[in-house]
């Protein structure tokens, strides 16, 4: 578990992270990260989510510590071990692609086509400056990482679509270079090229929701886990008639 020096908090740190908790127990905690909040290591927060996670330290000094990472401006499930067994078999379970995770987006550009189906094309990591990216390459190339996302449309028109999306594979900013690939990048997703305004007015941030995370309890057996769609994707949603 976390060695390094307790963070300091405020009572406002405490109880903004408390409010975003979907569920916990002894060995686990689920929370509903906000877009804009980083999850480990960001520049532009006073405090990362994994700083906050000093909220919930045990008198021994141990604290919960996160299994897996949300990009910054992604809302929605995220994971977190509260012991160091769990922990350990939690990151397994996440290696052994025994986790299950859900994603919403909005996308432009309408349907993608077909509907749903598989997207099966490999990564590779470039830095340009202190940014990193990632970019559709041979399988063959140097560097190149197997991606493979599958998804589903659950309402289009003709400017946008709402799409259903799950990882098979955990590669960083996956689901983002693949919907750009198939030409429907995600609405506010300067990086990889979607849109930044629809229905008439801007778009506030990058639309991807990790909606839904099913993983197996360090206990035994399964838990599922969701977090509602937030409010800012709800506004554009319902601003694009979808």
């Not at 290696?95 to 189906?117: D, I």
Request: proline letters at 6%; hydrophobic letters at 40%; charged letters at 25%.
């Amino acid at each position: 578990m976390n060695t390094r020096a307790p963070v300091l908090l405020s009572d406002d740190d405490k109880a903004f992270v408390r409010s975003r908790v979907l569920f916990q127990d002894a060995l686990v905690l689920v929370l509903d990260k906000p877009s804009g909040l980083s999850s480990q290591g960001g520049r532009i927060q006073a405090h990362t989510l994994d700083d906050l996670l000093w909220t919930f330290a045990r008198s021994n000094g141990k604290r919960p510590e996160l299994v897996h990472r949300l990009d910054r401006d992604t809302s929605g499930v995220i994971l977190a071990g509260k012991t160091k067994p769990a922990l350990g078999l939690l990151g397994k379970a996440m290696q052994g692609r025994q986790m299950r995770k859900t994603y919403l987006a909005l996308v432009g550009g309408g349907a993608p086509e077909p509907s749903g189906g598989d997207i099966r094309l490999a990564l590779r990591r470039e830095e340009i400056g202190r940014e990193a990216y990632m970019r559709i390459c041979p399988e063959d190339q140097d560097g190149a990482q197997a991606a493979h996302s599958r998804y589903r449309t659950l309402a289009a028109n003709d400017e946008a679509a709402l799409v259903e999306l799950e990882p098979l594979t955990g590669r960083m900013h996956q689901l983002r270079v693949h919907l750009a690939a198939i030409g429907r990048p995600i609405l506010g997703d300067v990086r990889y090229g979607g849109g930044l305004t629809a229905g008439g007015a801007a778009v506030p941030r990058l639309m991807l929701h990790a909606a839904r995370l099913d993983f197996p309890h360090p206990e035994g057996g399964r838990k599922q886990v969701e977090a509602p769609l937030p409010a800012d994707m709800i506004e554009v949603r319902a601003r694009l008639g979808l």
